[in-house]
């Protein structure tokens, strides 16, 4: 599995864009990255996902370099309900599970 | 909204007991999954199914046991639960292929006592 950097911490205001970083440099060229956050207690949520092109649905953004080696998770106008933990995850495609690895996360605090 | 629920969300139960875990999906996904997680720590997955009568160990291991008899449902079984079973459990369902995302559950937050 290509393992994913995310800063642990980062603080936005409320209303203005939030750029959250992840690094994904041994990514491979089946993989798909995948943006989820979990807010406190609750069970994680998908935000979206991505291969190789830049993706936009109703919640986030998301920008990935042309290499794949890194890629931006950008929500557009955050909300205080936008606090929560933000994970950057690499899926491994195919046979073993599909399954989710979970790193440590950026956490993410909206302010007034 | 995602639909899939997970009961009891809490539990305190001493050491010893037998409890299960129920997840149940009604998207007709015919993947799911179990994921164990500490306060503030990351995810592990500890079990998943391909569909009826799949189920696979996850990376981290796990005491417990799963069943898929139906599609829709996905227990997560603890024989004797100890102390160190404290967790939240987190189901999870998915559709079939390599790029669909994942919809969890609200939890279950196990303490035993």
């Known amino acids: 599995d290509a393992k994913t950097t995310q800063p642990p911490s980062m603080d936005c205001a409320e209303g203005r864009a939030a750029n959250l970083p992840c690094n994904h440099s041994?990514?491979?060229?089946?993989?798909?990255v995948y943006w989820y956050r979990q807010i406190h207690s609750q069970g994680p949520q998908y935000i979206i996902h991505?291969?190789?092109n830049n993706e936009t649905n109703e919640m986030a953004s998301l920008i990935i370099t042309e290499d794949r080696k890194s890629s931006t998770l950008i929500l557009p106008h955050a909300t205080l309900r936008d606090t929560a933990v933000y994970y950057c995850?690499?899926?491994?495609?195919?046979?073993?599970?599909?399954?989710?690895?979970f790193g440590g996360g950026t956490r993410v605090l909206v302010k007034p | 909204e995602a639909d899939i629920y997970q009961t009891p969300r809490y539990l305190v139960i001493g050491t010893g007991k037998k409890i299960t875990l129920e997840c149940s999906q009604t998207?007709?996904?015919?993947?799911m999954y179990w994921y164990q997680q500490d306060p503030g720590m990351e995810l592990h997955l500890i079990h998943y199914?391909?569909?009826?009568?799949?189920?696979e160990k996850g990376d981290l291991s796990s005491e417990s046991t799963v069943s898929r008899i139906r599609t829709e449902h996905f227990p997560l079984t603890l024989e004797s639960a100890r102390p160190s079973h404290t967790s939240q459990y987190l189901c999870?369902?998915?559709?079939?292929?390599?790029?669909?995302?994942?919809?969890f559950g609200p939890g279950t937050r196990l303490t035993v006592t």
């Open positions: 991505g291969l190789k």
């Open positions: 999870a369902s998915s559709e079939l292929g390599d790029s669909y995302e994942q919809y």
């Open positions: 199914s391909y569909g009826v009568n799949s189920t």
């Open positions: 998207m007709g996904h015919d993947k």
């Open positions: 041994t990514i491979s060229g089946n993989e798909y």
């Open positions: 995850i690499v899926r491994v495609a195919g046979a073993a599970g599909n399954k989710l690895t």
